[in-house]
């Protein structure tokens, strides 16, 4: 089987300071993954080059199949639209927005007409829950609501592809276990990719694998 994710000699230097040293893994399709270590070791570099959100200083990235390790800016962007998804701990939500309209942005990118949008914006709410807060303003949700938004907003694009950075770190305890439940739910029913960067032993080992990150260096837990 291909892998989805495939690094292999993945280095990335940042202000002088190795923070990734000849990182190599590959990731199956559906495939669960946490990314664990101690805080300021790495996890969110990775992920962020993973996303296409940062480039490394030496090695190869290849998604889906695509070396995007010299892809230029628009095909980077294109790939993000298209293969990624991102839920983040801060939920990114724009404020002025209506929850149906911040989950329908990602589609006004790819030139969807705004009705067309709204009605997919609409059946992703409803997947996660929020159907009856769809115009409410995200300071009108609670910490839970607001990120299961921030989770319909990077489903609404149909990617393969769930890269979570602590996307429970800002939530209470019975809040977390909710997320992470429709964020396991969402790999397990519909075979979407996942990598979460976590700190909780007990979240991370609900995966099907867990990677290790320390000291620049990435391996199998």
């Given at each position: 089987m291909t892998p989805i994710v495939s690094l292999a000699g993945i280095g990335r230097v940042l202000n002088g300071q190795a923070i990734l040293r000849d990182v190599s893994f590959n990731v199956a399709p559906g495939q669960a993954c946490a990314l664990v270590g101690a805080s300021g070791c790495g996890k969110s570099t990775l992920l962020n080059l993973i996303g296409l959100l940062d480039r490394p200083n030496a090695g190869r990235l290849v998604l889906d199949g695509k070396d995007m390790t010299h892809a230029t800016g628009d095909q980077r962007a294109?790939?993000?639209?298209?293969?990624?998804?991102?839920?983040?701990?801060?939920?990114?939500?724009?404020?002025?927005?209506?929850?149906?309209?911040?989950?329908?942005?990602?589609?006004?990118?790819?030139?969807?007409?705004?009705?067309?949008?709204?009605?997919?914006?609409?059946?992703?709410?409803e997947q996660v829950g929020l159907a009856h807060r769809a115009f409410h303003l995200p300071a009108e949700l609670s910490g839970g609501q607001r990120q299961r938004v921030a989770i319909a907003r990077a489903l609404v694009t149909?990617?393969?592809?769930?890269?979570?950075?602590?996307?429970?770190?800002?939530?209470?305890?019975?809040?977390?276990?909710g997320i992470i439940a429709l964020?396991?739910?969402?790999?397990?029913?519909?075979?979407?990719?996942?990598?979460?960067?976590?700190?909780?032993?007990?979240?991370?080992?609900?995966?099907?694998?867990?990677?290790?990150?320390?000291?620049?260096e990435v391996f199998d837990a």
């Amino acid at each position: 089987m291909t892998p989805i994710v495939s690094l292999a000699g993945i280095g990335r230097v940042l202000n002088g300071q190795a923070i990734l040293r000849d990182v190599s893994f590959n990731v199956a399709p559906g495939q669960a993954c946490a990314l664990v270590g101690a805080s300021g070791c790495g996890k969110s570099t990775l992920l962020n080059l993973i996303g296409l959100l940062d480039r490394p200083n030496a090695g190869r990235l290849v998604l889906d199949g695509k070396d995007m390790t010299h892809a230029t800016g628009d095909q980077r962007a294109v790939t993000r639209n298209y293969l990624l998804g991102f839920v983040f701990q801060s939920f990114n939500l724009l404020p002025r927005l209506t929850a149906l309209d911040n989950v329908a942005l990602p589609l006004s990118y790819r030139g969807m007409p705004q009705e067309a949008a709204r009605q997919a914006a609409s059946a992703c709410l409803e997947q996660v829950g929020l159907a009856h807060r769809a115009f409410h303003l995200p300071a009108e949700l609670s910490g839970g609501q607001r990120q299961r938004v921030a989770i319909a907003r990077a489903l609404v694009t149909g990617p393969r592809i769930l890269l979570a950075d602590e996307p429970t770190g800002n939530l209470d305890g019975e809040t977390a276990q909710g997320i992470i439940a429709l964020l396991m739910s969402l790999n397990r029913e519909q075979g979407m990719t996942l990598l979460m960067v976590t700190h909780d032993p007990t979240i991370a080992l609900r995966m099907d694998r867990r990677l290790q990150v320390s000291q620049g260096e990435v391996f199998d837990a």
